[in-house]
């Protein structure tokens, strides 16, 4: 079990890109829409607070960005390859263990995400336990970010920017640039929350899962460029250069972000789906293990009775797939 957070730091080659996760809209999507997944004992109490779990969302990325915490960074990914493995199913799920069979160097090296999740999930479990409102709507949202992060390929390799096969850039484009371009047209209804028995062995599963597919979000990209100019992917200013955003993250030209998306054959919506399905199912699960307490008397009823037009709207919205209600911030250039 996870006893306390990585005190680590920042190894140089990460770009500011490889903490935002999905992005503004991957992230608050996932946050938004998995509050609607949730049982009727727990939605009423969440969608009570859904604004602040949406804008939590990104709060994680902003403790790095905006705060200069370089105790954050390590939490929002996981490289197995320092590890030498290309396996979870070779790494001990407790963090002790991993310390006696790895030096510091390397376990400092390789991040926390997964340890982490854990660590958040017990925190969480721990404040429905003790009905504390507060904690509960604040660590469910921070819990979703990284759950996000761990569906995000990139974030479980070590060429997390495409940086080690000369594709720098690919990191935001995957998960911040297409989200906003196609998202959307994604179905963001996942089902109803469900137990999950073992939690340590769903991280790994999770994190494994996205790592399998970090090789092909790459290759496709890699192939798909073969032949083609700068202009043919890339937005170019008025001098010719690149074009970037705010972030410093190169901007690709909306033909090649098309062809890019139809290549990965649905790879992006289905990625987010899984955040929120387990986001949803990680909440669900706190909240069982803690005994299934009220929520009902957290908040005051007329709160909830303010809601519950709005609540029943957005509820019928979510069933057809889709959420609204909330503006993320665009962080590419249409």
Known sequence: MFK????????????????????????????????????????????NHIDFITEEAVVPDLRKYSLNDRAESPKHYINLEVFGVRSMD??????????????????????????YI?????????????????????????LAHYIGDATMPLHTTANHDGQL????????FFEGQL????????????GKAEYVPNVEKETWSLVQSSFKKADTLLEADKKLREGMSKADIYKLDSNGNIAKTKFNDPIH???YAKKYHDK???????????????????????????????????DPESLTKR????????????????????????????
């Open 4 to 47: 306390k957070p990585f005190l680590v730091f920042a190894i140089s080659s990460i770009s500011i890109s490889m903490v935002f996760a999905w992005g503004s809209w991957g992230h608050q999507h996932i946050n938004h829409a998995a509050v609607f997944a949730l049982p009727d004992e727990m939605r009423a109490f969440f969608y």
């Open 90 to 115: 070779s790494l001990p799920y407790d963090l002790k263990q991993l310390r006696a069979r790895y030096p510091d160097s390397i376990v400092q090296k390789a991040g926390s995400l997964p340890w």
């Open 118 to 142: 854990l660590f958040v999930q017990d925190r969480l479990t721990k404040a429905f336990k003790g009905r504390r409102k507060t904690e509960i709507i604040f660590l469910a949202a921070n």
């Open 165 to 172: 096969t000369d594709q720098r850039g690919i990191h935001a």
């Open 179 to 190: 989200p906003e371009l196609f998202g959307r047209g994604y179905n963001l209804n996942t």
């Open 253 to 255: 030209i909306y033909a």
């Open 264 to 298: 990965l054959n649905g790879m992006v919506e289905r990625q987010i789906r899984a955040a929120i399905k387990e986001t949803a199912d990680f909440w669900y699960t706190a909240w069982i293990n803690a005994g299934k307490p009220d929520l009902s008397g957290l």
């Open 307 to 334: 809601n519950e037009d709005n609540y029943k709207k957005d509820y019928k919205l979510w069933v057809k797939g889709k959420v609204e209600g909330f503006k993320p911030e665009e962080e590419f250039q249409k």
